[in-house]
């Protein structure tokens, strides 16, 4: 176990909706980045927070967006979704110069 | 920008064989690399990664990889396949950024009794 807690397992939203996913560990690593990995792909980098800023991002459009909290846990927050929002969304924790731990992931279906 | 490429889209061996999964790696500077591994609907688990130091790398589960600079690869090895191997396996190189880590596409590992 990486002891990175992902929530909630698996949910399913409409085509315009709003979600929020969350994201903590027990490691007290304080950098989180989060990733997209669509059906039969590699996962995607889009953003990564250090210390509650935003400090890096991918190729992703302003809809996405997260939060770092003092506690370094985290959300991604997705707006206007779309139907190709449809994937596993892992989050991540890593110190300085090591790997980085995964959670198990959000399945997310958009309908 | 760092990338890597998986070359083989499913890797199949029979059990107690030797396995490879292949990747290679495009970078400018000095690679971080990694691999991981993936079942089905689960996150990733970290296998090993290179940073420096000795070319060979020794990891979990009795997996290993060897960085190999002139031929920039860094595959994914392991002297006797397990029937519980059988898993989705992802190489990785760190960003120039330190931020992120961009993914192969993957390899399919399937261990056969």
């Known amino acids: 176990e990486t002891g990175v807690t992902q929530s909630p397992t698996h949910l399913i939203k409409t085509r315009g909706q709003q979600v929020t996913l969350r994201c903590s560990s027990q490691?007290?690593?304080?950098?989180v980045s989060w990733y997209q990995q669509a059906l039969g792909q590699g996962p995607q980098f889009i953003f990564q927070?250090?210390?509650?800023?935003?400090?890096g991002r991918g190729n992703f459009p302003p809809r996405f967006s997260g939060l770092q909290f003092p506690n370094y846990s985290s959300e991604l927050n997705v707006n206007a979704l779309e139907l190709d929002d449809s994937a596993l969304y892992l989050c991540?924790?890593?110190?300085?110069?090591?790997?980085?731990?995964f959670g198990q992931g959000t399945r997310l279906t958009v309908v | 920008a760092q990338s890597v490429a998986q070359p083989e889209d499913q890797v199949n061996v029979a059990e107690g064989n030797p396995l490879t999964v292949k990747c290679t790696y495009s970078?400018?500077?000095?690679?971080?690399l990694f691999w991981y591994v993936q079942y089905p609907n689960r996150g990733l688990q970290f296998l090993l990664k290179?940073?420096?130091?000795?070319?060979l790398v020794k990891g979990s589960y009795g997996f290993e990889a060897e960085f190999n600079k002139s031929q920039t690869s860094f595959h994914l090895k392991k002297p006797s396949a397990l029937v519980s191997d059988s898993a989705l396996y992802f190489c990785?190189?760190?960003?120039?950024?330190?931020?992120?880590?961009?993914f192969g596409k993957g390899t399919s590992l399937l261990v056969t009794p």
């Open positions: 991540a924790f890593q110190g300085t110069h090591t790997e980085a731990f």
């Open positions: 490691s007290g690593h304080n950098t």
């Open positions: 927070y250090y210390r509650e800023e935003e400090n």
């Open positions: 970078v400018s500077g000095n690679p971080y």
């Open positions: 290179y940073i420096t130091g000795d070319n």
């Open positions: 990785a190189v760190r960003d120039n950024s330190g931020y992120a880590l961009n």
